[in-house]
T-cell receptor
Framework: KAGVTQTPRYLIKTRGQQVTLSCSPISGHRSVSWYQQTPGQGLQFLFEYFSETQRNKGNFPGRFSGRQFSNSRSEMNVSTLELGDSALYLC???????????FGPGTRLTVL | AQSVTQLDSQVPVFEEAPVELRCNYSSSVSVYLFWYVQYPNQGLQLLLKYLSGSTLVKGINGFEAEFNKSQTSFHLRKPSVHISDTAEYFCAVSRSGSARQLTFGSGTQLTVLP
């Protein structure tokens, strides 16, 4: 069974731009969560989607948003990029919200 | 809310020696506990988890952890490490009854020396 896939793997943007990251969960998984990983703040929860609805949200500004499609694929969007948004963005999927999460390899975003 | 403290940011150890990575948590409710490993340029892989039952949990790659409720700890151990165990290890917690949102510790870099 294929694992969680994230595209692109690497991305370079400049301040003020916006970016969209994509996550394809494991087949049959309906929940997708997003995490931000930085050297300074560590791993922080962004949000979780289940059946196309946002179920949980972390403490991030409104510039960070996401959505989930009917096939469970998810995208997250960051608008008006700041230098501090440079991070590894990890996506995790699971069958339901009560199951173990499986992580993808992440998208490395660099903001110049 | 829950929080996790990983007491050591870096742990160097020689190959074939035992290792313990320490994790303490804080929570006002019952919790689930997890250890994840992250190799360079990769995502997180679950090593083991404690949901309920036996406090000694065995995971993959020869790792085990013991849940100690009175000391609010969940330390990770391996009796004999290999070079390939070099990676960053994260302890995580979520409230029990639901494994929705994980709160992670700051991570411990384990470096196995030849």
């Amino acid at each position: 069974k294929a694992g969680v896939t994230q595209t692109p793997r690497y991305l370079i943007k400049t301040r003020g731009q916006q970016v969209t990251l994509s996550c394809s969960p494991i087949s049959g998984h309906r929940s997708v969560s997003w995490y931000q990983q930085t050297p300074g703040q560590g791993l922080q929860f962004l949000f979780e989607y289940f059946s196309e609805t946002q179920r949980n949200k972390g403490n991030f500004p409104g510039r960070f948003s996401g959505r989930q499609f009917s096939n469970s694929r998810s995208e997250m969007n960051v608008s008006t990029l700041e230098l501090g948004d440079s991070a590894l963005y990890l996506c995790a999927s699971r069958v339901t919200q009560n199951d173990e999460q499986f992580f993808g390899p992440g998208t490395r975003l660099t903001v110049l | 809310a829950q929080s996790v403290t990983q007491l050591d940011s870096q742990v160097p150890v020689f190959e074939e020696a035992p290792v313990e990575l320490r994790c303490n948590y804080s929570s006002s409710v019952s919790v689930y506990l997890f250890w994840y490993v992250q190799y360079p340029n990769q995502g997180l892989q679950l090593l083991l988890k404690y949901l309920s039952g036996s406090t000694l949990v065995k995971g993959i790659n020869g790792f085990e952890a013991e849940f100690n409720k009175s000391q609010t700890s969940f330390h990770l151990r391996k009796p004999s490490v290999h070079i390939s165990d070099t990676a960053e290890y994260f302890c995580a917690v979520s409230r029990s009854g639901s494994a929705r949102q994980l709160t992670f510790g700051s991570g411990t870099q384990l470096t196995v020396l030849p």
